[in-house]
T-cell receptor, first 112, second 111 residues
């Protein structure tokens, strides 16, 4: 069963702690993306990666970091430098030759 | 500055009638446009897309229209069904494969 998995679905952290969100895909897609969605807003791009060991900042990269050591995996770390980390985080992937992104189910992060 | 805008946060339509969702963009260099459907607490799912070289693409009850001179995109759903109730996002892609999403329109189809 091919798809994108994000775990966990809900995550709670104390302020000042770093937290890593998992994103794994078995679709053999080249590109992977991280988005953030806040209530009443659209999806804002945090980071994206078009090939292994390479990634680019999106529009709101400050306070986040990523790695792309394997094609299947693109973990996102929300650092303590991110001022408003509470949000719904979505991971997506796509083939290099296609425009269609496939999304994971999302992780809702709550920082108190 | 948002490059893709959906100015209607919500839309309510009677079952069986047409739903028209609108999207405007500012960057004339966008290559491709897509519509996604999203239910609460889930990831968006792809609905329909259109290349910048076309002005219409149809898939069953869903048709996307592109007006490049007006930098305007619309999604028509005919006939609308209660199961279509969801948030719809339009997205545009630039030539660096970077995606830009609108803020979404919540469609409510009343039975």
């Amino acid at each position: 069963d091919g798809g994108i998995t994000q775990s966990p679905k809900y995550l709670f952290r104390k302020e000042g702690q770093n937290v890593t969100l998992s994103c794994e895909q078995n679709l053999n897609h080249d590109a992977m993306y991280w988005y953030r969605q806040d209530p009443g807003q659209g999806l804002r791009l945090i980071y994206y990666s078009q090939i292994v060991n390479d990634f680019q900042k999106g529009d709101i990269a400050e306070g986040y970091s990523v790695s792309r050591e394997k094609k299947e995996s693109f973990p996102l770390t929300v650092t303590s430098a991110q001022k408003n980390p509470t949000a719904f985080y979505l991971c997506a992937s796509k083939q290099k030759s296609s425009y269609e992104q496939y999304f994971g189910p999302g992780t809702r992060l709550t920082v108190t | 500055d948002q490059q893709v805008k959906q100015n209607s946060p919500s839309l309510s339509v009677q079952e069986g009638r047409i739903s028209i969702l609108n999207c405007d963009y500012t960057n004339s260099m966008f290559d491709y446009f897509l519509w996604y459907k999203k239910y609460p607490a889930e990831g968006p799912t792809f609905l329909i897309s259109i290349s910048s070289i076309k002005d219409k693409n149809e898939d069953g009850r869903f048709t996307v229209f592109l007006n490049k001179s007006a930098k305007h995109l619309s999604l028509h759903i005919v006939p609308s069904q209660p199961g279509d109730s969801a948030v719809y996002f339009c997205a545009a892609v630039d030539n660096f494969n970077k995606f830009y999403f609108g803020s979404g329109t919540k469609l409510n189809v009343k039975p």
